[in-house]
């Protein structure tokens, strides 16, 4: 009883991790049609963020608060500097990042060296029969739930959110209706962007910061977010599931690689089925 | 029945909820000139599309030259001797004028006679000075040349027409409506169009959508003489288009 | 100039180095040239078919890791090439049959073949315990796979004979210039037209009859196989292979060989490969990190300001300098 209880957390605990990372990458694909190759590396800034806060005296909780801030206002000046100058041009739109990816992981190796450094987890366990639970664990899936339910109300409560979804329809009767469709691509990358850094910040503490931190995770968010399609909460949050599960089962009965593994092939197979992805079904939307 | 050419039975497609093509029927005969009109969002394009197999109907049949061709690919659709022009033209901006003929003719006549094809069919449309020229590089109207050249080059049974006169000036229009007539001796034709003058011009029978369906059918005359499709259609704007 | 007057050049050119390079140099260009192979199997699939593959460094590998296996097992090197070369290319088939009979968008084959090769990486981090062999040869894990055979000379009946530094330039070179005259063969055949024309028009092509899928397909499994073919000669050249050859670092190095020399001329990715490495070379290899802040930087560079390739744009400039015009398109007879 007690190990079907933790197995099932674990279970959650993985999909929520992968939904936590990938939800900016889903945020951006979704909007714009293009994937950031730098994304993971955004995680990493969030991170390092996280690292430079501890450091500092501040406490973990306020490192997570601040990284979707500064990851933020990175995607702001990147968007600006870079992805603006390539919209309609998806593939550019990717080597670009792509060189992004490559000089952002050289520039915090050059900065901070290419050690892992340990941050503290903070909260306690607890204890169920013979297994004990990290409570951060806990955390983390809220924050999944919390990020999924933050891009709901950004898209849904907002009037960015308003103009970012008709825009998405259709952005020449956006622009014909006086809203600037470059501003809502701006604020949508940012948005991606900030939400990276909130999960990079909040699962630095169980991983260590190092400037490669992302590659362990961007094969994984790749896959979720293309298999999830455009619909974002939708896809993002079934495809979630589908490859958390696929993930955690294969990787408890063998390794956490072949889990990946199995990850990809499932993936394949089912972008074989589905070209569009799980929510290519629907029209696009939130 | 030999004559039948084309026959789509109880054809529908579904979008979502939406139904664009809803239990639609239609026979075309062998050396046809058909005309399909309708308002916007009547089907028509998505008829289209599912004719040349860009998408596959949801249920219904589409018989050609006797096969069912309803859910075969796009290539195979083409090979069994459909062939298309689209609205903008769509050529190959990056090849040569005689590169895009090239292509479309291989097909029907090999690699080996492929050559002298392109060679006629560049003569008939005019474009023989330009047969190196990037297609990109033409006039909008040369480019519509140059597609319908692909379409004279493949040798299709079964040509279908989108709006052939769209963005063309009075003039233009009229030597496309002789074309058309061109066209017609050598295969059955559907033409898709708004402009109701073109349509009394080139004299074919017409079909008319209406959401997703058949509404009427019969020569110009009988169509202006219908209430119903006056109502839903000619008797609004017929020289509407959006 | 007649379109054979090109390759004698290269020809004598290749002949002639040995006799005023050094030792050191004839081996580093020997690489060089492998990597050329490399850059030339994208430059097929993503220059000629308009398919952006990100996964050039896997078949790389792959094609490494099973001249490797065969090498050590059987211990032939004409064995162990072809296996790479079947390896690879059977990996790019099964890869494309999945991608593009399911008519996948082009960004997302992109992200797979990434995905693929950074999973690659992992797994074969991961096999450093000596039970992971096949045979007699050891994956290795991160330490990588060693004692790898060197290329040799095979006549039946003698014993084989291992290829010296020049010998194995002057095979290097030969596959090289056999692989682009192959290439050039290809991509100007009908086959090769219709692909152009996929790239150019993918649905249009298909409504005049072509079936783009089998064809791509094909495109693909021969680039995987050249890719395979340069790693399974890398191996032979460095007798080690490790998975670093499928890191970021390698997937992305093999876009810019191909983006400085422009796309779609085959000859372009040679160029542009050698021109990337001799001044990595020679800007000095102090600090990994330092190249790749560089190699970043160039991509977002060359992708903002250069998109049709870097010498492209350098040769358009000198074309209008002199005032002559860039050449008409190729007639189709």
């Given at each position: ?286 | ?242 | 100039?007649?379109?054979?007057a090109p390759w004698a050049v290269a020809v004598v050119v290749v002949t002639a180095l040995p006799a005023v390079l050094s030792a050191f140099q004839i081996v580093q260009l020997t690489v060089f040239m492998i990597y050329s192979l490399l850059a030339l199997s994208l430059d097929l699939i993503w220059g000629f078919g308009g398919i952006l593959s990100f996964g050039q460094a896997a078949f790389f590998g792959v094609g490494g890791y099973c001249y490797g296996i065969v090498g050590i097992n059987s211990g032939s090197t004409a064995l162990a090439l072809t296996a790479g070369v079947a390896g690879a290319a059977g990996l790019a088939a099964l890869l494309g049959y999945f991608t593009f009979y ?232």
């Amino acid at each position: 009883m007690d190990f079907v209880a933790v197995t099932a957390f674990g279970i959650l605990y993985a999909i929520a991790t992968l939904i936590l990372l990938a939800l900016g990458l889903a945020v951006i694909f979704g909007m714009m049609g293009v994937i950031n190759l730098a994304q993971a590396e955004f995680l990493m800034v969030g991170a390092y963020t996280v690292l430079i806060a501890t450091a500092h005296g501040a406490s973990v909780w306020i490192g997570i608060a601040v990284a979707p801030v500064v990851v933020g206002l990175l995607g702001l000046v990147i968007e600006r500097t870079i992805i603006r100058f390539l919209y309609g041009r998806i593939l550019d739109t990717m080597l670009a990042t792509w060189g992004l990816s490559l000089g952002l992981v050289g520039l915090v190796t050059l900065v901070f060296g290419p050690t892992t450094e340990g941050i503290a987890t903070p909260l306690g366990h607890v204890i169920i029969g013979r297994y004990r639970l990290s409570e951060y664990s806990v955390f983390v899936i809220l924050m999944a739930f919390a990020g999924l339910g933050l891009t709901y109300a950004v898209f849904n409560y907002t009037r960015f959110g308003l103009v970012a979804r008709a825009t998405m329809q259709n952005d020449n009767m956006v622009s014909a209706l006086g809203v600037n469709p470059a501003r809502v691509y701006m604020g949508t990358f940012a948005f991606g962007a900030a939400l990276a850094g909130l999960g990079g910040a909040v699962i630095a503490p169980l991983t260590g910061v190092v400037p490669t931190l992302g590659l362990a995770f961007i094969a994984k968010i790749f896959i979720t977010v293309i298999v999830g399609g455009p619909v974002i909460l939708l896809g993002t949050t079934t495809s979630g599931a589908v490859l958390g599960l696929v993930e955690s089962l294969v990787s408890y009965s063998s390794t956490p690689i072949y889990g990946q593994v199995a990850m990809l092939a499932v993936a394949i197979i089912l972008l074989r089925l589905l070209p569009q992805g799980i929510s290519g079904f629907w029209r696009r939307g939130v | 029945m030999n004559d039948v050419v084309l026959q789509a039975r109880g054809l529908v497609k579904e979008f979502g909820g939406l139904r664009a093509v809803d239990s639609l029927d239609f026979t075309l005969r062998r050396g046809e000139l058909r005309c399909v009109i309708g308002p916007n969002g009547a089907g028509k394009s998505t008829l289209f599309k599912l004719l040349t197999g860009q998408l596959k109907p949801t249920a219904g049949t589409i018989h050609f030259k006797g096969v069912d061709v309803a859910r075969l690919q796009p290539h195979e659709i083409a090979r069994a001797g459909i062939g298309i022009k689209f609205q903008v033209p769509r050529v190959y901006d990056g090849l040569s004028v005689a590169e895009n003929l090239w292509l479309s003719a291989r097909f029907r006549h090999g690699v080996a006679g492929a050559g002298a094809i392109v060679d006629r069919v560049l003569a008939e449309i005019g474009l023989v000075e330009r047969r190196a020229s990037f297609a990109g590089h033409l006039s909008h109207g040369d480019r519509q040349w140059v597609e319908i050249g692909m379409v004279l080059t493949s040798d299709p049974d079964l040509v279908l027409l989108d709006e052939p006169t769209a963005g063309m000036t009075h003039a233009e229009a009229r030597r496309t409506a002789d074309l058309v007539r061109e066209i017609n001796r050598r295969a059955t034709l559907i033409v898709i169009e708004h402009d109701m003058d073109f349509v009394r011009n080139i004299a074919g029978y017409v079909t008319v959508l209406h959401r997703g369906a058949v509404l009427a059918e019969g020569t110009m005359e009988e169509i202006r003489a219908n209430d119903v499709v006056r109502d839903i259609y000619l008797g609004k704007r017929p020289r509407a288009r959006s | 100039m007649t379109a054979w007057a090109p390759w004698a050049v290269a020809v004598v050119v290749v002949t002639a180095l040995p006799a005023v390079l050094s030792a050191f140099q004839i081996v580093q260009l020997t690489v060089f040239m492998i990597y050329s192979l490399l850059a030339l199997s994208l430059d097929l699939i993503w220059g000629f078919g308009g398919i952006l593959s990100f996964g050039q460094a896997a078949f790389f590998g792959v094609g490494g890791y099973c001249y490797g296996i065969v090498g050590i097992n059987s211990g032939s090197t004409a064995l162990a090439l072809t296996a790479g070369v079947a390896g690879a290319a059977g990996l790019a088939a099964l890869l494309g049959y999945f991608t593009f009979y399911g008519r996948v968008g082009s960004m997302y084959f992109a992200v797979i073949t990434l995905t693929v090769t950074l999973i690659l990486h992992q797994v074969m981090g991961t096999t450093a315990d000596p039970r992971y062999a096949v045979g007699q040869a050891r994956l290795g894990g991160y330490n990588g796979m060693t004692d790898i055979p060197s290329l040799a000379l095979e006549v039946p009946g003698r014993a084989p004979l291992t290829l010296d530094p020049v010998p194995l330039f002057y095979v290097v070179g030969g596959l090289l210039l056999l692989v682009l005259a192959l290439t050039r063969v290809l991509v100007q055949s009908s086959f090769g037209r219709v692909l152009a024309a996929i790239r150019e028009d993918e649905l249009r092509t298909e409504l005049l009859g072509y079936d783009p899928r089998w064809r791509k397909l094909v495109t693909f499994a021969i680039s995987g196989g050249i890719a395979g073919l340069a790693g399974g000669l890398f191996a032979g050249w460095g007798n080690f292979m490790n998975p670093q050859v499928f890191s970021m670092f390698q997937s992305a190095l093999v876009v810019i060989w191909v983006m400085v020399g422009g796309r779609g001329t085959l000859y372009g990715a040679v160029v542009g490969t050698l021109v990337v490495q001799f001044l990595t070379n020679y800007l000095g290899t102090a600090s990994v990190t330092y190249t790749t802040v560089a190699l970043g930087a160039v991509l977002v560079v060359i992708v903002l300001l250069f998109p049709r390739g870097l010498l492209p744009a350098v040769e358009g400039a000198v074309r209008r300098a002199v005032g002559r015009p860039a050449p008409a398109p190729e007639f189709a007879r």
